[in-house]
Structures are given as structure tokens and as C-alpha cells.
């Protein structure tokens, strides 16, 4: 028999401290786990940072979806949208991986991707993208795009 308390959402998340990917149960987040190279305290309620290095593994391994937010450091609306997306990481804490990717750091992304302006959000799941949000958007936006469809 399965009861909720089985179920395990693995991912695999950078350390915000040395880089080095972990492999989490999202299931377990209140378990606090820590980096298993430098043993800092993985970050679970915060976005994590994704990089042209990191960006595939991360997205194709996670049992979550992954919203992810294209910006860059001088643009004003993402600056605005920031606290946002932070509130959300933290509401999501388990239930989304909450990441962004700084576009001027990593333009073969923004290549991939097709991004022309910024900031844009992105839904991954199971490695494709299911829906995309251009601009600032408040708190609603982002939990509508969370929603199976
Ligand atoms: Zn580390």
C-alpha cells in the first residue's frame, strides 16, 4: 500500500553555496538537507540559480515542474517581479523548483529558448516547456501557470 507519506518527488538542485548538484527528495524538504560536498544547507525556499551548465539536468530530472525566470540584472520589470517570484518559491517550496536564469550569463539559453524579452517565465515539465509568460505578472499568473492542463 502507498500512503502520501511514501511518495517521493527526487530532483537533483545546485548548491547556492559551492555549485556542486544534490540530489533531493522535494518530499522531504523539512528534513533540511545539506550539500553533500560542502554541507551548506541547500536552499529549497528561494529560486536557484541556472546555469547553460546545470540547466538540462536540473530541468530532466525533476519529479516537479520547474518554473523558470529568464532576467537579467538592468532590467527594471524584472527587478519589480523579483519579490514576487521569491514569494512564490517559497508557497511552492516542494511542490515546484523555482529557478531563474540570468540571460546576459547565459545567452545560448536565451538562444534556445527564444527569448526576446525579458523577464519571461517558463513552466517546464518532464523536460518541455507548457506554458510561458511574458512580463511582470503578479502572484495569480504564476499559480495559474502551475495548473495542469
Ligand atoms: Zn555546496
Redesign the pocket.
Known amino acids: 500500500m502507498t500512503t502520501d507519506n511514501e511518495r517521493r518527488l527526487p530532483a537533483v538542485l545546485p548548491?547556492a553555496?559551492?555549485g556542486?548538484l544534490n540530489r533531493v527528495d522535494l518530499a522531504r524538504v523539512d528534513a533540511r538537507p545539506a550539500?553533500g560536498?560542502?554541507r551548506?544547507a541547500l536552499v529549497l525556499d528561494a529560486p536557484i540559480v541556472l546555469t547553460e551548465a546545470n540547466f538540462d539536468t536540473v530541468v530532466a530530472q525533476s519529479a516537479v515542474p520547474v518554473m523558470v525566470d529568464f532576467y537579467a540584472d538592468w532590467c527594471g520589470p524584472c527587478r519589480m517581479m523579483a519579490p514576487v517570484f521569491a514569494d512564490f518559491a517559497k508557497r511552492q517550496r516542494g511542490r515546484v523548483l523555482v529557478a531563474k536564469v540570468d540571460t546576459d550569463a547565459n545567452p545560448a539559453l536565451s538562444t534556445r529558448f527564444g527569448i526576446r524579452s525579458i523577464p519571461t517565465l517558463n513552466v517546464m515539465r518532464d523536460g518541455k516547456e507548457v506554458a510561458r509568460q511574458v512580463g511582470a505578472v503578479p502572484m495569480a499568473v504564476l499559480e495559474q501557470m502551475i495548473v495542469e492542463r
Do not use: D, I, L
Open positions: 548548491c553555496a559551492c556542486k550539500c560536498s560542502c551548506a
